[in-house]
């Protein structure tokens, strides 16, 4: 689905994966909540398999395939993964198998904390911790006034990506498109 969607958008996708953290939910989709991690590991290196190769083989703990096409391949080679999380195994995921960081801190003070667990994780790994990029998410903030201003302190600190949860300010369609226009006109002040 990813690969077709980048193909149809003509290469402007990408994939945010996170662990989750709510086992109800990963019990019910009926994966062993322990195990979450590890799942979501190989189930990210098969993925990529799958994207780039012309004939992908994967043999892993959980997921084992061959003699298998997957098409169409994704527009971008290769197809980001952006993870997201707040632990330092998640701050490792993110250097070793991700492209990016998806921050949806739960405060100002604990994005700080994981960036430093994120720093470490890159030091670590050899790589520059300037070279992994970060995508911010408001998603605590209230209103569009609020998330500007959480906004704006992130910038401050050199940071200039930002998932906005628009929809959550709004009641229907209408709403969600006044509410665009809104952040839009604000943010461009």
């Known amino acids: 689905m990813w690969a077709t969607l980048d193909v149809l958008s003509g290469g402007r996708m990408l994939l945010g994966a996170g662990i989750g953290w709510m086992e109800e939910e990963i019990t019910l989709l009926g994966a062993p ?3 979450r991690g590890a799942l979501s590991d190989e189930y990210i290196r098969a ?3 799958l994207w780039q190769s012309p004939d992908p083989t994967f043999h892993g703990a959980y997921v084992n395939f061959s003699g298998i096409k997957c098409e169409p391949k994704p527009v971008q080679q290769p197809f980001p993964v952006w993870i997201g999380g707040h632990s330092a195994r998640a701050m490792r995921r993110v250097v070793e198998l991700g492209d990016g960081w998806l921050a949806v801190p739960k405060s100002y003070a604990n994005f700080h904390d994981t960036n430093e667990l994120l720093a470490r994780a890159a030091k670590n790994a050899g790589r520059d911790p300037r070279s992994v990029p970060v995508m911010i998410g408001t998603l605590y903030a209230p209103s ?3 998330s500007l ?3 704006k302190k992130y910038q401050a600190l ?3 990506s930002f998932i ?3 929809p ?3 009641q229907d369609l209408n709403g969600v498109l006044a509410t665009m ?3 839009a006109r604000k943010a461009n002040m």
């Open 33 to 35: 909540y322990h195990k």
């Open 47 to 49: 993925m990529r398999e």
């Open 168 to 170: 959550f300010w709004a």
């Open 164 to 166: 906005v949860p628009v």
């Open 149 to 151: 201003a959480d906004i």
């Open 181 to 183: 226009e809104e952040f």
């Open 158 to 160: 050199g940071y200039d």
């Open 144 to 146: 569009v006034d609020a």
